[in-house]
């Protein structure tokens, strides 16, 4: 990507999240936005009555799906999309956008700018001890299992970074057997649609849907035995 698009990408993370947007707002900003992404790819704008069903069903899926994107993100997301950065697509429907949205809140442009972000605002902090992040990542945790226990859909409570502190801490402790079988269990996934991905990081997701699997079990287990903490 250009320096112009992580310009643009890092200004639109400052904005408010979509979480925190009225609909009324929010509902404008997509109407606005809609007609510009048909502009782009060069497709027949849908009748007006058919647009508005359009945003209202995309409004809903931003919120329900992706609250904390910003809606600068969203319009960035839709651009490329239009320009076919993520893959190619048949038509404008609800389908296409949310692949685009997907693809790029997992996109490696997001997580570097993401990651700048929180560096430059860390730069700016006093330093912590140990004790006070070792605190705050347990705090962190607790938080992830009681919205698993509530139901909450396990694939967007960062899996493979939990799996992976508490194997670090010595909660999880998955044999190689049973690491071995869980990427067995996954090594056929595919990224949907024609969504391009080479060979690496389709091993990379592999190896994340894999501790997700075993984080999963792990959960599940501490659930059945009526745990309501993680005993960290």
């Known amino acids: 990507m250009n320096v112009i698009t992580e310009q643009r990408l890092s200004a639109a993370l400052d904005e408010p999240r979509i979480s925190t947007v ?36 995309l409004c809903s899926e931003l919120q329900e799906s992706f609250p904390s994107l910003t809606f600068g993100e969203v319009s960035l997301c839709f651009e490329l999309g239009a320009k076919g ?55 962190m945790l607790q938080r992830i299992y009681s919205h698993y226990r509530k139901g909450y859909p396990l694939e967007r409570l960062m899996p493979a970074r939990v799996y992976r502190i508490l194997q670090e801490r010595g909660a999880i402790a998955d044999s ?22 080479d060979e690496e990081m389709r091993q990379q997701r592999i190896r994340s849907e894999a501790m997700t699997l075993l984080l999963r079990r792990y959960f599940d287990r501490l659930v059945s035995a009526g745990a309501d903490k993680l005993p960290i």
């Open 22 to 57: 009225t609909y009324d707002t929010l509902s404008q900003q997509v109407s606005r936005l809609l007609p510009q992404v048909y502009i782009l790819v060069g497709f027949q704008m849908p009748r007006e009555e058919d647009m508005l069903i359009i945003a209202a069903k």
């Open 176 to 197: 190689p057997a049973d690491k071995r079988a869980a990427m067995a269990r996954c090594a056929g996934w595919k990224p949907l649609g024609r969504l391009p991905m």
């Open 85 to 139: 950065e993520y893959g190619d697509f048949m038509g404008l429907n609800m389908r296409t956008f949310a692949r685009w949205l997907k693809a790029y809140r997992t996109s490696e442009l997001r997580y570097r700018a993401v990651v700048e972000r929180e560096r430059g605002r860390q730069a700016a902090l006093p330093p912590v001890s140990a004790e006070y992040n070792r605190m705050c990542e347990t705090r």
